[in-house]
């Protein structure tokens, strides 16, 4: 299979692929969470608060008092590295121009420079949060293989494409269809792996806040 | 029956509901429920990360309850859960986790570890890892109906010295009144003057009250030790005495965890809602202030700072009631840094403060609520907890710090206007 190919596989059928299985592995995994259930609470809510599992999807972003100066790496560098994922992947126009050919919309998009400032502080961050999980001892006792994976298979898609962007390869087909695989590999182990996160957390926070919401607590 | 590594397994499998599923689905790891911990930022053992203490449940769970999982189990591919780890993990569940629910509120996506930590107790309850000194602790409330065994006749013994102390009468099985009072074992046994000070604001304020001889203690080793259905039988105790007495509130003393079984679990453990309010002994101080029926007067002329109870402030919601009541009556409130929901536990809640093997532990742990209360320069501490009251005077003895612990409803009593109302 020569580059071109490979890039046209990747970017047809390799694509498909990869959306639908990370779209039923969603599916399944909010199945496997959600059919569990939870028991009414009987005991009565000290107030009603209905915005209150709602407050702590958005006030879990930020650091509680205190904690900013206790972990300032995994906080700022988590910061940077996602906020700098997140210009990269939806304000990058050839990546709008794919998700308009994929939906039928897009939006506008960011200047090339400040995509490659953003990816940069992204792959800078996402190092340092390495250095972090190796060094620090809390965070290296905790962490198995999933957590190196989800790491990896989240600095693939961005070192790849940085890589393509700057023509740092000489076989830039090559390259564009190997950071759209490293892509769609993380599509399709994210509903299984730590990356999921990325839908759970929406259901920890709310249920969070929801329990300590009915106590009266904003949490 | 008796405890046995199924009926633990089982007890795992019971517990793990969607937001325990939606939980560990979505930790990465970050550490930081490590640095909130006091256990670990006072000992620096990563062992004492909160997630680290789950691993057992979180192992149940994706081995029970995920697809991926099951499929890793046939195969045998993935690590079971044995007997040996569990006992390996019960000074993580009981020793080093007050359920003070610091890491409830940092954890960055969300997870209620300390919802989960109670919920894994029972796992490890049933069993057989729990540790002896609550495990005594709750036969013995079972049995005599209080963790310290008090009988109804010391309580008799103490409302006759609280009656003449203070020329007040205390009710005993009162129909149809306002409150039914309840106390812990520390409040009957070590600080009596609860009862006064409850009796000398009740008087003034025109409140009816009574005790009732059969549900006296409000202190629920169920709770802590992870039993459910140990814990209902101590609840249905207090049900049963408020619904025979018909009264309209019951009242958790200053108690933690007695506030947490009675008014968040106690519906839940009993399977119906209550006829009757439960409220924090503050919560109606509060409301009698609020009603114009509690006149303050005076003041402490001397700098002093308020413990949140983990249970009373982060996990109950009380944490306004206190500052109102201590700003009418000490004009030197100083509130201690991280004060409020996000206050560092004393180190003995959740059951520790009753379990010989996590004392050396329960000590080191102190020396954030040390670092606390010495920055501030204070001499007087004032809380809401029978338990933290008696955790912190015994850790200042050892630190050798010259500290005066007050409770804040007797603080309240004294404090009354005389010539009000």
Redesign the interface.
């Known amino acids: 299979m020569s580059a071109l190919e490979l890039l046209t596989w990747a970017r047809g059928s390799g694509l498909a692929l990869a959306l639908g299985l990370c779209l039923f592995g969603i599916i ?2 909010l199945f ?8 009414t ?4 809510a ?1 107030t009603v608060t209905p915005g209150s599992g709602w407050r ?1 999807l958005l006030s ?2 930020l650091p ?4 900013l100066s ?2 300032p790496l ?1 906080y700022v560098g ?1 910061y940077v590295f996602h906020i700098g994922i997140a210009i990269a992947v939806f304000f990058f126009v050839p990546h709008i121009e794919l998700i308009r050919g994929l939906l039928g919309f897009g939006w506008r998009g960011l200047p090339n420079l400040f995509v490659d400032i953003a990816s940069i502080a992204a792959i800078l961050a996402m190092l340092a949060v390495l250095a972090g999980r190796l060094t ?9 293989k999933g ?1 190196w994976l ?1 790491w990896g298979l989240t600095f693939l898609p961005l070192a790849t494409g940085y890589a393509a962007f700057h023509h740092l390869a000489e076989n830039y087909t090559l390259l564009l269809a190997l950071h759209i695989l490293s892509v769609e590999l993380l599509l399709v182990v994210l509903p ?1 792996s ?1 990356l ?2 990325v839908v ?2 929406f ?7 929801e ?2 919401g009915r ?5 | 029956m008796s405890a046995s590594y199924e009926r633990g397994i089982n007890a795992f499998m019971e517990v ?8 560990f ?8 429920c ?3 911990c006091l256990f ?1 930022t006072e000992t ?1 053992d ?2 004492y ?1 909160p ?2 203490k789950l691993e057992p449940l979180r192992r149940t769970w994706q081995q029970e ?4 999982g099951r499929l890793a189990k046939l195969a045998g591919l993935a690590k079971p859960v044995t007997d040996e780890e569990l006992a390996a993990w019960s000074p993580l569940v009981y020793d080093s986790c007050s359920m003070c629910g610091r890491c ?9 570890i300390t ?1 989960m930590i109670r919920k894994m107790r029972e796992g490890m309850a049933a069993a057989g890892h729990a540790p002896e000194g609550l495990v005594t602790a709750t036969a013995r409330s079972i049995t005599s109906g209080s963790p310290a065994g008090v009988k109804w006749v010391t309580v008799q013994a103490q409302i006759k010295r609280m009656q003449a102390q203070f020329g007040i009468e205390i009710p005993v099985n009162k129909e149809g009144a306002d409150y039914l009072v309840l106390m812990s074992s520390w409040e009957i046994l070590n600080y009596p003057e609860y009862l006064g000070a409850v009796g000398r604001i009740f008087a003034k304020a025109g409140a009816t009250w009574t005790l009732a001889d059969d549900a006296y203690e409000a202190t629920n080793s169920g709770i802590q030790i992870g039993a459910s259905d140990l814990a209902r039988q101590l609840v249905g105790r207090i049900v049963a005495a408020a619904e025979r007495l018909k009264v309209k509130c019951v009242i958790s003393p200053e108690c933690g965890h007695a506030y947490t079984a009675i ?6 453990l ?4 209550f006829g009757f309010e439960v409220k924090h002994i503050l919560e109606v101080l509060d409301d009698l202030r609020r009603a114009g029926r509690l006149k303050l007067k005076g003041s402490i002329d001397k700098p002093l700072t308020y413990h949140d109870p983990c249970q009373i402030s ?6 306004e009631q206190p500052r109102t009541l201590l700003n009418q009556i000490a004009p030197q409130f100083r509130e201690m ?2 004060g409020g ?2 206050n560092w536990c004393c180190g003995g809640g959740g059951g520790v403060s009753a379990n010989e093997r996590a004392e050396a532990l329960r000590t080191i742990a102190f020396k954030r609520k040390k670092a606390q209360i010495e920055e501030l320069g204070v001499d007087t501490v004032v809380t809401a907890c029978a338990n933290c009251r008696v955790v912190i005077e015994e850790a200042l003895e050892h630190y050798h710090m010259d500290i005066e612990m007050l409770g804040l409803t007797e603080l309240v009593a004294e404090h009354l206007d005389e010539e009000g109302i």
Not at chain 1, 136 to 144: E, H, N, Q, T, W
Not at chain 2, 65 to 68: F, M, S
Not at chain 2, 314 to 319: A, E, K, P
């Open positions: 399944l995994r496997e969470i959600l059919s569990l259930g939870r028991k609470d009987l005991a009565p000290r702590t879990r972003s509680p008092p205190g904690m206790r972990a995994t988590g620090d001892p809390v965070k290296r006792f905790l962490s198995g957590d989800a299984f730590k999921f996160h759970g957390l259901l920890a926070r709310w249920y969070n806040g329990i300590a106590k009266g607590v904003a949490s | 793990i509901d969607a937001p325990v599923a939606s939980f689905s979505s930790c990465v790891h970050c550490g930081l490590a640095e909130s670990y620096g990563p062992q990360a997630i680290h309850y995920t697809l991926l409830s509120m940092v954890c960055p996506v969300g997870n209620d919802m008014r968040w679990e106690g519906p839940n009993m399977g119906r809602a982060r996990r109950g919601g009380v944490h840094n991280d929901t996000m």
